[in-house]
């Protein structure tokens, strides 16, 4: 936890605060970093990509060179049997032959004579040779009776004899074994001619027998391997340095003398020997890739390596004037980034300021629009909108204080009636008292109760049981004016006493049924207030009476029509206590009117009396 909160306090040390270093900071770290590293990638693929294609084609080449270095062994086999089959070699190696005349030396070499007039052997040699062209010119035939005669297909050494040629190891060992041929990759070389013609060959050393299978001459082919690699490498596409390194990692051949090969070259031809993967790898001391193919037969490795700065000397060239391109352009960005930013901060600041300055100069402030356009323009006219409402607002409010001033103070002055009002009620009262008139005591008693209720305007809300006995209190002075024409019942459960209710909300209902309802009737009038618990917590308040219902249309009374005040002011309050959560209806019945009252139920019992908890209606 301590690190991070430490690198939450390093990062926010460096987030710059101000609006443009962060959009400038933003436009870096989200455009020109993830560009640039864009770049820097696409430039490692592209590079990588041209290694892979460099790296195929190489390889292939490699491939096609042994698979054509495997064919020529083959041929070389095939013609050193076929030679082996030729009735006049047979028979040439069976006659008692004078070279003499033909070949002045003393050597026992029969080489081609150049004149046309050519032993049968050696131009048997000859036309093998040139059978096998283009590669025949890299094969070069030797061929000896084992009498001291040896038929050669090209020019020889001035030192060259028949003994130096029986004198060959690889000889020596075929004529003494029970091989039929053997390979040699490093025989001597005695032709005379240019340097990868005097190289050492590859030779395939056969000895021929007759059909008795008696031995009756020895055949050398030998493959000038040197320049034939020196010729085909000419051919192909990609041209780079070729090596050859035999089972020891000597290097045997070489296209380029001055080459750089690698120091563990053995190492890196033996892995991707045994590698599944690819068959290249990049050298980075040497900067090459290097390709190799292992000739199974001769336990020889074919390398391949191919200089990088040759093909990509330009690609990075090209890279570095795109880099210093991009960086530059960069640049400009930079700057013309600081100046759109400029452009939108600079306005933002002088909003800043005037937000400032609408508290000290009461909202007499503005921002002038002629120097901009497009959503900095909307941003101003905008506060330049908000500064002249806030400047009416702050008229109106000064205006409704006043009112409010103004009304507070007609209260108190109205206030002032009622309470004398109580006092005269309540000096009425004793006074008929003692004069023995109860019955005018008890209309003083209820309506100081009404006066008294009315007065009190700090609660909305009052239990059921003290809406009632003001309604009991109500009726009781009604019941006086209209000498007992209708009676009161009341229908409720004991557990709804501590229910809350508008204050004086039934007040009017019962006001209405007694104007509306029982004003006309002689006796027998009844209102029934009833009062029960609904689905979904409401609390049900209905007033039924017995009397006209709606269908009668009485005359013109400002008695009536303060009823209909009252029910209008009714609903008006409920909207106001409980929103939508309240409703209130007539309902016409057969004889009379039901007035249903609908409320969301909240108990609050008073806590000296117990009772079970009940959670208030959020619905309200």
């Not at 130096?164 to 041929?181: D, H, I, R, S, W």
């Amino acid at each position: 936890m301590v690190g991070v909160s430490s690198l939450n306090r390093l990062i926010r040390s460096i987030q710059p605060s101000s609006l443009k270093y962060r959009l400038f900071f933003a436009f870096l770290l989200l455009i020109i970093l993830p560009f640039f590293a864009l770049q820097v990638r696409n430039h490692t693929q592209v590079e990588r990509l041209y290694e892979y294609r460099i790296s195929e084609q190489s390889q292939n080449q490699l491939d096609q060179m042994k698979q054509s270095f495997e064919q020529i062994k083959s041929q070389m086999l095939l013609a050193a049997l076929q030679l082996e089959k030729e009735s006049t070699v047979q028979t040439a190696l069976k006659k008692e032959t004078d070279p003499g005349a033909m070949f002045p030396s003393q050597s026992g070499i029969i080489a081609p004579a150049g004149s046309g007039k050519e032993d049968g052997i050696v131009e048997i040699l000859t036309v093998f040779k040139n059978r096998m062209l283009p590669v025949g010119e890299h094969l070069h035939y030797s061929l000896t009776d084992l009498r001291g005669h040896l038929y050669v297909s090209y020019e020889p050494k001035s030192n060259a004899t028949y003994g130096t040629f029986m004198e060959q190891p690889a000889v020596k060992n075929l004529l003494a074994g029970q091989e039929p041929y053997a390979w040699v990759t490093d025989a001597t070389n005695d032709m005379q001619t240019n340097a990868y013609e005097s190289s050492p060959l590859i030779s395939l050393y056969m000895v021929l027998k007759d059909e008795d299978n008696h031995a009756v001459g020895l055949l050398r082919v030998g493959f000038a391997y040197q320049g034939w690699l020196k010729k085909n490498m000419s051919n192909f596409l990609i041209q780079q340095d070729y090596y050859i390194l035999n089972e020891t990692g000597r290097v045997v051949y070489e296209s380029r003398p001055d080459g750089m090969l690698p120091e563990d070259i053995g190492a890196i031809v033996k892995r991707q020997k045994d590698s599944l993967g690819r068959k290249y790898e990049v050298h980075e001391a040497t900067s090459s890739i290097i390709n190799s193919s292992y000739i199974g037969s001769m336990n020889w490795y074919l390398i391949a390596q191919f200089p990088l700065e040759v093909f990509f000397g330009d690609i990075r060239s090209m890279n570095q004037q795109f880099f210093i391109t991009f960086g530059l352009f960069t640049l400009l960005f930079i700057i013309i980034t600081f100046f759109i930013l400029s452009t939108i901060t600079r306005p933002l600041m002088l909003l800043k300021k005037k937000m400032s300055e609408i508290i000290v100069k009461n909202f007499l402030t503005s921002i002038p629009t002629d120097n901009y356009k497009g959503e900095i323009l909307e941003i101003a006219v905008t506060f330049n909108n908000m500064a002249k409402d806030l400047t009416q607002l702050v008229d109106r409010l000064k205006v409704e204080e006043r009112q409010k001033e103004a009304i507070r103070f007609q209260m108190l002055l109205q206030q002032m009636n009622p309470h004398f009002l109580l006092n005269t009620l309540n000096t009425i009262k004793w006074n008929v008292l003692s004069k023995g008139d109860q019955a005018s005591a008890d209309i003083c008693i209820s309506l100081g109760k009404l006066l008294e209720t009315s007065l009190n305007s700090e609660a909305d809300l009052i239990h059921l049981h003290d809406e009632l006995e003001l309604i009991e209190a109500y009726a009781a002075i009604q019941n006086f004016r209209y000498d007992q024409r209708f009676e009161v019942r009341y229908e409720y459960e004991d557990s709804l006493r501590y229910a809350l209710v508008p204050k004086l909300s039934l007040q009017p209902l019962v006001e209405n049924a007694i104007q509306h309802g029982l004003a006309k009737m002689k006796t027998g009038g009844c209102i029934l207030i009833r009062i029960y618990t609904h689905v979904n917590n409401r609390l049900i308040l209905e007033v039924e009476d017995n009397g006209a219902g709606l269908s009668y249309k009485p005359s013109a009374d400002p008695l009536r029509k303060r009823s209909r005040i009252g029910l209008k002011n009714l609903k008006e309050r409920l909207q106001l206590l409980f929103r939508t959560a309240a409703d209130l209806e007539l309902i016409e019945l057969d004889r009379g009117t039901l007035a249903r009252m609908s409320l969301p139920l909240l108990i609050s019992p008073p806590y000296e009396h117990g009772g079970h908890t009940h959670v208030e209606d959020h619905n309200r």
